[in-house]
């Protein structure tokens, strides 16, 4: 499963969407207003976590008698000037390990989304984040990871298992990695996919592995129930393999099972197409592999924050020789849209303050009384976005394969990435806050930011 303009989607709130935490716990909230993203859950809590300091273990516990700091009721504040606390996350195969270590990072400082949208193994996250209560969506994740990278047929090797495991550096990951990419190539994953015996016949068969231990998995660790419930939006898309148009399934508009997870992941040759009703569909990723338009396109509604997470960067070395140029290639292939996605919003957003400075020298009785008036005011309503990237940088040991490399040193290494770049970002406290009506969409990027 492997990554990814699309289409602008209508856009509805979700009927409910309260927001928890999973560990942490900040402050209180304002009154009659219980901030998003934020649980309020337990003073207890509060007291123990928000001592631990952002560069510490997670199982590192806080003396019981601290109080919360003035940064994370800080966090908190800045959190409940917010609509939507929104994730979004690309498509990369092996490299989503990357994305479960930021929800891990985002729910150690507190933060919880109220809208997950994803691409295909970022689909997958979307479905084990919003199918799980908060405080066992970490573990959820972990459970997933844990589970794809062991091998399906023959035993694991002596550095795939502990103690050798953990004593991996990243010169020997050099040279174990691709061997373990074609350990996946030609076993498989467990509980992922296997070698089918021969392509079959038909779009659902014609493919080189089955990916029928996917739906097991998902229908194991998701419930689709709550998933379902609207206490959190969920949207992941996928191509029509038949008209070519990209789609997406949204929670707000239909009940998402199991098979719009694994369609949004259904990348060809290697996995076969997946029917839903009497289309079928392909991996987003084929047209576009990042979902920031599902969420900020179209007329805005809601001032939304979003944790956007990629998994290919658009910056990266030149190739040295003709083996690195396919890796090169599927970074600039794979985020370019994302670039392409975040200019065009910033030009939508100066349109819509043209508007409404125009909206300005038009007396209000007028404009009151006009219809054509009143829906230009809808169109350029006063909506902030501010965007958060967290981007994955490749390791020493990346090659070509690396979206297909599920080595379980390889997985833990992707995962402490992700928690490591949340507690970077979030050393960065004003980054949060609401933007202003001079500049109302902005975004951030750790590593653009200046030398810690």
């Known amino acids: ?61 806080a003396p019981a008698a601290a109080k919360p700091s003035t940064a ?39 933060i919880q989304p109220t809208w997950v949208a994803g ?44 103690p050798w495991l953990s004593l991996l550096s990243p010169e020997t990951l050099r040279w174990v990695a691709p061997l373990q990419s074609l350990r996946a190539l030609a076993e498989g994953q467990r509980g992922f996919f296997v070698p089918r015996p021969l392509p ?47 789609e997406y399934f949204d929670s707000a508009e239909q009940r998402l099972g199991p098979e719009h997870f694994m369609a949004s992941g259904a990348l060809p040759p290697g996995f076969a197409a997946v029917r839903i009703g009497d289309e079928y569909y392909w991996d987003g990723g084929l047209v576009s592999n990042t979902p920031l338009m599902q969420v900020l396109g179209g007329h805005p509604t ?51 303050q043209v508007l409404r400075d125009l909206l300005t020298r038009i007396p209000p009785a007028l404009r009151a009384a006009d219809v054509l008036c009143r829906e230009v005011e809808a169109m350029a309503r006063d909506v902030r976005y501010n965007v958060v990237q967290l981007i994955y940088r490749d390791k020493p040991y990346d090659g070509q394969d690396k979206d297909y490399q599920f080595g379980r040193a390889s997985m833990r290494a992707h995962w402490d990435g992700g928690v490591q770049a949340v507690q970077r970002t979030l050393r960065h406290a004003h980054w949060l806050d609401l933007p202003s009506a001079e500049q109302p969409f902005v975004t951030h990027d750790v590593h653009r930011a200046t030398p810690e």
Request: proline share 7%.
């Open 1 to 61: 499963m492997s990554p990814r303009t699309p289409r602008p989607a209508a856009r509805r709130k979700s009927a409910a969407r309260p927001v928890t935490a999973q560990k942490i716990v900040v402050g209180k909230s304002a009154p009659g207003k219980a901030a998003r993203g934020v649980d309020t859950r337990s003073k207890a809590a509060a007291k123990s976590a928000a001592a631990r300091a952002p560069a510490r273990k997670p199982q590192t516990a």
């Open 72 to 110: 994370a009721v800080s966090l908190q504040q800045r959190l409940a000037a917010y609509d939507e606390v929104a994730l979004v996350l690309q498509g990369g195969g092996a490299l989503g390990a990357y994305q479960a270590g930021v929800v891990q990072g985002l729910a150690e400082a507190g």
């Open 119 to 162: 691409i295909s193994i970022g689909a997958i996250h979307c479905a084990l984040i919003a199918g799980n209560p908060p405080q066992q969506r970490a573990a959820r994740l972990r459970e997933f990871w844990d589970r794809v990278t062991r091998p399906p047929l023959l035993p694991a090797t002596p550095w795939e298992q502990e």
């Open 200 to 246: 079959g016949q038909g779009p659902d068969q014609a493919s080189v592995y089955d990916t029928a231990p996917l739906r097991a998995t998902l229908e194991e660790l998701v419930d689709f129930d709550r998933l379902n419930s609207g206490a959190m939006r969920v949207s992941v898309g996928a191509v029509n393999v038949r008209t070519g148009n990209f």
């Open 302 to 352: 809601a001032n939304t924050l979003v944790f956007q997470v990629d998994l290919w960067s658009s910056q990266g070395e030149l190739p040295r020789s003709l083996l690195d140029v396919p890796g090169r290639v599927k970074d600039i292939q794979y985020s370019s849209r994302t670039r392409a996605v975040t200019d065009q919003l910033q030009r939508a957003h100066d349109q819509r």
